[in-house]
DNA sequence: GAAAACTGCTTGTAAACTGCAAGTGGAATG
DNA sequence: CATTCCACTTGCAGTTTACAAGCAGTTTTC
């Protein structure tokens, strides 16, 4: 992998600047969607398939993202994130908080990425510590962030 | 302009999620490099003039800066930041953060996202004021964090 | 146990974007 | 007034993206 200069933010940008990794990488993180499947029906912004197979695949090869077999439904394949991949929550939640702000962001999906923007650097850790749980196998948490953001975002969604 | 749709993160990748918009900012942010010349003779990744001037007008175009005449050099233009591209500074220092640790960054350039991200908010704070003094025309600010990051960048480039 | 549906892709094609080299036209410099 | 500076623009080849269709195993259904 030739890289074109040693500098952080470049090397993020080399690694997720493209107009889906990063859209794939929300869908995973906070759907949670772990199957191709999941990922191609359930996306909002209509990613082509294979764009989507080419996406898993990048990102398994940059080692934000692992596969694993399903037992019990042999030809079903599960992605997970991997630390690297969790340890971009504060990226998401800076992103979310600066497009919801200056962007014209839907207020029902902005309403997610006001409440953990809101909720700071714990919010934060504890929803990593959620996807640690989810992905790496960690234990429970005794908090759920998602759960938690989906009460933000069917509040959103019922005010008129 | 067509929106994927009204998600902000999504939002945020449809405006910066390209191989070369956010490597601009940050030469303007971080470098203070304000012209055209400028950026392209100290790209450190070393971007192709049409792709500079690409970029540069579709930044304008989406509002993150602005350009402005130089007085007594007629025919340069001076780029700069908006308030909206001053707010990205919380994204640019996680985005740092996670690069310089998670993938091969150099030490010397490491050490300008490990201060802003040891710094803490304060410090991205202290740094959007002095953004505002420079692209804004907000009174200068006590503190240079950009003198701050140099030092630390020095401080790094001398241990061998 | 045959047919249908599910699952995770691959292939084909056209359009858009990127990277490189070269060129352009006005401004400042000597 | 010739040369260099400055901010781009243009042409072209290669890559990436979008959309549509197809395909080979695996369940599920009847």
């Known amino acids: 992998m030739d890289r074109r200069s040693g500098c952080p933010i470049n090397l993020s940008v080399e690694v997720l600047g493209d107009r889906w990794s990063l859209v794939v990488l929300r869908d995973i993180m906070f759907g949670n969607f772990r199957t191709?499947?999941?990922?191609?029906?359930?996306s909002l912004e209509g990613i082509?398939?294979?764009?989507l197979a080419n996406r898993l695949k990048r990102l398994m090869e940059e080692?934000?993202?692992?596969?694993?077999?399903d037992p019990g439904?042999?030809?079903?394949?599960?992605?997970?994130?991997?630390?690297?991949a969790i340890a971009l929550v504060p990226v998401m939640v800076q992103l979310g908080a600066w497009g919801a702000q200056f962007l014209p962001a839907s207020p029902e999906l902005s309403a997610r990425a006001i409440a953990l923007a809101e909720g700071g650097p714990h919010m934060a850790?504890?929803?990593m510590a959620e996807l640690r749980h989810l992905h790496l196998g960690a234990p429970r948490p005794g908090r759920s962030v998602?759960?938690?953001l989906d009460a933000a975002y069917q509040a959103a969604a019922q005010k008129p």
């Open 63 to 69: 080692g934000l993202v692992t596969a694993s077999a």
């Open 125 to 127: 850790d504890d929803f």
């Open 36 to 42: 191709y499947g999941e990922l191609h029906a359930n």
């Open 48 to 51: 082509a398939t294979n764009i």
């Open 146 to 148: 998602l759960a938690e």
């Open 73 to 84: 439904h042999k030809q079903r394949t599960i992605y997970s994130l991997t630390e690297m």
